[in-house]
């Protein structure tokens, strides 16, 4: 069965840096594309950032351009998001998501990012 793990959260300053890795399994990682949502407390789950199958196509949120680089290793199955500058307002619990045939959608458990002082 489609498993994804997200790892890579923590606590982080504001203007820190977290990458963020989701390991993907049960599926044939590299024949779909992949994406980054998040989740504050008090407000609905929005898409980050997602990739292309192949990982030559890429696109993200207005709030995150600039500063987030999502990223995929096909050879090991894994998706990443480096996000650097951050910024309270990027506090949230991040999901893995993918998306297969327009139908069957699946998320990871979520990874938590606290962008405190």
């Known amino acids: 069965q489609v498993q994804l793990v997200e790892s890579g959260g923590g606590l982080v300053q504001p203007g820190g840096s977290l990458r963020l890795s989701c390991a993907a399994s049960?599926?044939?990682?590299?024949?779909?594309?992949m994406n980054w949502y998040r989740q504050a407390p008090g407000k609905e789950r929005e898409l980050v950032a997602r990739?292309?199958?192949?990982?030559?196509?890429?696109n993200y949120a207005d709030s995150v351009k600039g500063r987030f680089t999502i990223s995929r290793d096909n050879a090991k199955n894994t998706m990443y998001l480096q996000m650097n500058s951050l910024k309270p307002e990027d506090t949230a619990v991040y999901y893995c998501?993918?998306?297969?045939?327009?139908?069957?959608?699946?998320w990871g458990q979520g990874t938590q990012v606290t962008v405190s002082s």
């Open positions: 998501n993918t998306v297969h045939w327009g139908i069957a959608n699946y």
């Open positions: 049960g599926f044939t990682f590299s024949s779909f594309p």
């Open positions: 990739i292309s199958s192949a990982g030559t196509g890429t």
